[in-house]
């Protein structure tokens, strides 16, 4: 279907929503617990969120296999939240703006953050819920609970799914099977091996050898021998699991949970919030009517969640009023497979798991590398006028492990992506996945986990300026910075080798030829709904049809990446900087560490740096004298100030930092 006959279908669905009745219903808010949490008059709330959904209206209708959940006697569907609130404890001297920040595998703490403390210092209010449904119940932990689909006779769904393992100690015999580092998010239909495959290989290049069916099962030999006691969510190997051996099961898995239910549950929990008077047993929404505006935020996994949250159109709710008004997806450039039978949602971006497969773009494209028409993230809310501001921040390592590349390329990498006019996107050069603890320490430690020293390279200054200014321009207009981030039709990508990037030659150091997450082209079987990353997969593991081009920024003589917001560490820098790390040991030494970055510390002195062949200026070289770093430190955070990349005490607190820094002393 062309985009604009696509457009005017949602639209058309739009109109039809809005004349329906509204169907969904917070039937209870369960306040379980308040605090007071100090001077600044806030108080938290926790408690559960108690809700059903119309598996009739046609804003559901994208949620796989609804219609096969059960359904109570007003024929809807049930599923219940936990959620945390942080709120005035006076809503009259509220601001107006909600901030629901969502959970990253149901771990979130709204009082240990600078943003969350600016945000009760404003008045704003915050709130986290459930949304995930794969998760155990735990003190501090977000989650959800969503029914089990199965046939209308009452028969079991059933499906082929995967599970991987590796990096397992000398010795082990049992191992949790883990989907998306949970376990027991598809149970087997039977524990018969003859009905399963386990194989084993050297690594993800190498030739896979089947284990015999009589030599494992589905159990738990940790008290008891080989073949244990009968456990659906244990694998045990009758001698041990090699460490230098990967191993990959595929079994057919029962009873299939309705996990896209967290869209509609968080949809209609902000929406009530925002809107409701008393939920459906009379009782007061604790916000009293105070919310004009609503901001979303979420970070990795969260953000992803956020990105399909929109993309699947739940930024409509079912009386046709936008939800969320403005969207921060932080370090976050695919979707999340979390609409899919068998959906393992705390994934990441692990070989074979869906997530870069369908639109991950904010502009209109033509996916022609894979075969597939024009669209964008944005198709429904377009449709319906309920498209939120967006700034979407994301950093070098989310170029070098989760694949962003076609978020700004598109699949060919060909050509550059246009931002609609509601998008903001900045990158922070040289950083790992969430930024690095900063500090001007000319020496850190070496981490045991990688090859190379970890990246303290910080990206939580400028995120915090960022998603004050998405505030201001959600409530005042005030319009953000210009967007900042690497850009093909200005030389600032190009492909991950040296010698396309110009990456120096360091004695010590890998080349980052190799140190990518590949971006794959995967057949997940017919039923497999592409474009909105949903449905069922079929084929596992799935075949590769080909691997598509990935570009990366490019880098100067000292390695560290030139576009985007640089934070002051950066601009200013004690060694070089990456998006990427190899792996200290294991099956993988040597290759990407998974969302690590790397720091490369300058020689001290020019007789240090010409002693050990280091063609990298040396910090003496660069900078003469302690004081005259400080200036330039000085300098640097004075910029991003004035380009409202950095607020004013933080700029204070860094130059502080610089001047009891030991660089140069």
Not at 373 to 390: F, M, Q
Not at 556 to 583: K, R
Not at 633 to 643: T, Y
């Amino acid at each position: 279907m062309s985009v604009p006959l696509l457009r005017a279908a949602l639209g058309a669905l739009a109109i039809l929503a809005s004349v329906l009745p509204g169907q969904a219903q917070i039937t209870r808010l369960v306040v379980e617990h308040t605090e007071s949490l100090g001077a600044d008059g806030a108080e938290r709330l926790t408690g559960h969120v108690y809700g059903e959904v119309d598996p009739e209206h046609p804003l559901n209708a994208i949620i796989t296999d609804l219609e096969f959940a059960p359904r109570n006697v007003r024929g809807m569907v049930e599923y219940a939240s936990t959620f945390t609130m942080v709120k005035p404890a006076d809503m009259a001297t509220a601001s107006g703006v909600l901030i629901w920040v969502a959970s990253n595998r149901g771990r979130i703490d709204l009082t240990d953050d600078a943003f969350f403390a600016d945000a009760r210092q404003h008045g704003h209010v915050l709130v986290t819920s459930g949304w995930q449904g794969d998760l155990e119940a735990a003190v501090g932990r977000e989650t959800m609970s969503v029914p089990v689909a199965s046939y209308p006779d009452g028969a079991s769904i059933t499906g082929r799914v995967l599970a991987r393992f590796d990096g397992m100690s000398p010795g082990t015999t049992t191992l949790p099977i883990l989907r998306g580092w949970v376990a027991g998010t598809a149970d087997p239909e039977s524990l018969d091996t003859s009905l399963a495959t386990l194989t084993r290989r050297t690594s993800e290049q190498s030739e896979t050898v089947p284990l015999r069916s009589t030599d494992w099962a589905f159990a738990d030999c940790a008290s008891q021998p080989f073949p244990g006691t009968p456990d659906p969510r244990q694998l045990c190997l009758k001698d041990g699991f090699g460490p230098a051996f990967l191993y990959e099961l595929i079994y057919t898995a029962k009873d299939p949970r309705v996990h896209g239910l967290g869209f509609a549950a968080t949809r209609d929990f902000v929406s009530f919030l925002r809107h409701g008077a008393t939920d459906g047993a009379g009782t007061l929404n604790p916000l009293q009517a105070r919310i004009s505006w609503v901001i979303s935020q979420g970070n990795s996994q969260a953000g992803t969640f956020l990105r399909s949250f929109i993309h699947l159109g739940f930024n409509q709710d079912e009386a046709g009023r936008i939800v969320f008004d403005g969207s921060n997806p932080e370090r976050a450039a695919r979707l999340l497979a979390m609409n899919v039978r068998f959906a393992a949602p705390s994934g990441g971006a692990a070989m074979y798991e869906a997530g870069s497969d369908g639109i991950v773009w904010w502009g209109d494209y033509v996916d022609e590398a894979r075969r597939r028409p024009t669209g964008s993230l944005l198709d429904r809310c377009r449709a319906t006028d309920t498209c939120p501001k967006i700034v979407e921040t994301l950093g070098s390592a989310e170029l070098y492990h989760l694949r962003a590349s076609p978020a700004l390329v598109g699949t060919s990498a060909d050509r550059d992506i246009p931002l609609p006019s509601n998008v903001r996107r900045y990158y922070s050069p040289g950083v790992r996945h969430g930024g690095g603890p900063g500090g001007f320490d000319p020496e850190p430690r070496q981490d045991t986990c990688c090859g190379l020293i970890q990246n303290p390279n910080p990206t939580s200054d400028t995120l915090r300026a960022l998603q004050t200014a998405l505030v201001d321009w959600v409530v005042t207009g005030t319009l953000p910075p210009p967007s900042q981030y690497p850009r093909l039709d200005r030389g600032e990508l190009a492909s991950p080798t040296q010698a396309a990037l110009g990456f120096p030659t360091i004695p010590g150091v890998p080349l980052p030829d190799g140190l990518l997450n590949p971006f794959y082209d995967y057949d997940f079987g017919p039923e497999f709904r592409y474009t909105d990353l949903s449905g069922v997969i079929t084929m596992q593991p799935p075949p590769i049809r080909r691997v598509l081009p990935t570009l990366v920024p490019t880098v100067n003589a000292d390695g560290n990446e030139t576009s985007g917001v640089a934070s002051v560490l950066h601009q200013v820098p004690l060694g070089t900087y990456t998006g990427w790390n190899t792996e200290a040991g294991g099956l993988n030494k040597g290759q990407l560490r998974n969302n690590a970055g790397a720091f490369i510390p300058f020689a001290r002195t020019k007789a240090e740096r010409v002693a050990s062949g280091d063609p990298r200026l040396s910090l003496e070289e660069r900078y003469g004298t302690h004081g005259a770093y400080v200036q330039k430190v000085r300098a640097a955070a004075e910029r991003l100030v004035r380009g409202r990349f950095l607020l004013q005490d933080d700029a204070d607190r860094l130059i502080a930092e610089a001047e009891a820094s030991t660089v140069l002393r």
